[in-house]
Every structure is written in structure tokens, then in C-alpha cells.
């Protein structure tokens, strides 16, 4: 599966932003799908992970209350409500699908999209 992830920018601290990750090929509905975030000179972590019904999501507790992750098998997207940001929420986002067995780390992922760029600014 092939993934496009768009719809980051630049944002005030406070402001919203959501992010989309259009996937190509029949099986979106077969794979768990995820975001994950990294900032310059820091690690790739999770911030989010919903089933491949939608029925279970998974959050990191920085981003806890503030995203939603949601999907929309019918459109093979899934995408990231971002609000209240703040500056620390600055990254490249991606997105990523697993078959499953584990949504938390990075390397349970089989696909990944190629990122993009949300700035807050305070």
C-alpha cells in the first residue's frame, strides 16, 4: 500500500490543523493504521493509532485530549485532528500502516508515508 500524507502548515499556538493520509490499493480496511511525528534531532514517536474499523484508537499521552484520529475505509484516508497546538506539537508527521500485532513502535509498521511538515509557532 502506498501512502500520501498532506495538510500540515504553519500554525499559531492555540490553532488547529488536521491532517490527512490517503492510501492507495483495495485493502485500507485490512491495516491498523498510525501517526507518528519527529522533530529535528529527536527520535520518530507515536502520537496516534485507530483499528482497521475504527473501533479502537490508541493516543500518547502529550497529544491525549487535544487529537483525534479517525478514518474513512470507503475513502482509504485516515486522518489526524490537531487542536489546541502548542509549540512543542512541531514535526514532520507520518503516516504509517501495520497488518497488526502492535501499534506503539515504529518498526511494527510495514508502510510509511513520506511526511509532512506542521510548525506551530507561539
Known amino acids: 500500500v502506498q501512502l500520501q500524507a498532506s495538510g500540515g502548515g504553519l500554525v499559531q499556538a492555540g490553532g488547529s490543523l488536521r491532517l490527512s493520509c490517503a492510501a492507495s490499493?483495495?485493502?485500507?480496511?485490512?491495516?491498523?493504521m498510525g501517526w507518528f511525528r519527529q522533530a529535528p534531532g529527536k527520535e520518530r514517536e507515536f502520537v496516534a493509532a485507530?483499528?482497521?474499523?475504527?473501533?479502537?484508537?490508541n493516543y500518547a499521552d502529550s497529544v491525549k485530549g487535544r487529537f483525534t484520529i479517525s478514518r474513512d475505509n470507503a475513502k482509504n484516508t485516515v486522518f489526524l485532528q490537531m487542536n489546541r497546538l502548542k509549540p512543542e506539537d512541531t514535526a514532520v508527521y507520518y503516516c504509517?500502516?501495520?497488518?497488526?500485532?502492535?501499534?506503539?513502535?515504529?518498526?511494527?509498521?510495514?508502510?510509511w508515508g513520506q511526511g509532512t511538515q506542521v510548525t506551530v509557532s507561539s
Open positions: 490499493g483495495r485493502t485500507f480496511s485490512s491495516y491498523d
Open positions: 485507530i483499528s482497521r474499523s475504527g473501533g479502537s484508537t
Open positions: 504509517a500502516a501495520t497488518r497488526g500485532g502492535g501499534y506503539y513502535n515504529h518498526y511494527e509498521y510495514d508502510y
